[in-house]
């Protein structure tokens, strides 16, 4: 049998279906991505502790969308488990997006004990402490 070198037009397309649904997905509009801007919310912000997650809240009077950032130390566990917990925290976000009051910050910072928490205990956090500091 003949070895067939990768390249790209030889690899396997990826599906269509496999595109993350937009609806769970934070758009780049609804992300905080500057380090300064992360260290301003949890210095300057009112904080919401749960059992997996510490929640920091700015809001601004601002019209822009509210922005959500994640910070997801390796106390949580390995790089799979991080991002497992980042994605979980991101879903669970961006359902609560029409909730949350426009130019709000919102920064959720996960706590170790979020690596064994299942999805719907990480959701119940989130919304609780939204509801508590950011609700529209």
Do not use: W
Not at 41 to 46: F, L, P
Not at 93 to 105: I, Q, Y
């Amino acid at each position: 049998m003949p070895v067939v070198r990768s390249c790209r037009r030889a690899a396997p397309r990826v599906a269509p279906s496999s595109r993350p649904d937009p609806l769970t997905v934070l758009a780049r509009g609804n992300r905080i991505t500057r380090g300064a801007e992360y260290r301003a919310v949890v210095r300057g912000g009112s904080r919401c502790a749960s059992a997996h997650t510490v929640t920091y809240v700015v809001t601004t009077t601002e019209d822009r969308p509210a922005r959500f950032g994640f910070i997801v130390s390796k106390q949580v566990g390995t790089a799979v488990t991080r991002n497992t917990v980042r994605r979980r925290l991101k879903a669970a976000c961006a359902e609560a997006l029409p909730g949350v009051r426009s130019g709000a910050d919102v920064v959720i910072r996960a706590l170790p004990s979020a690596a064994t928490a299942d999805s719907s205990q990480l959701r119940s956090d989130v919304v609780r402490c939204l509801e508590r500091r950011a609700a529209a």
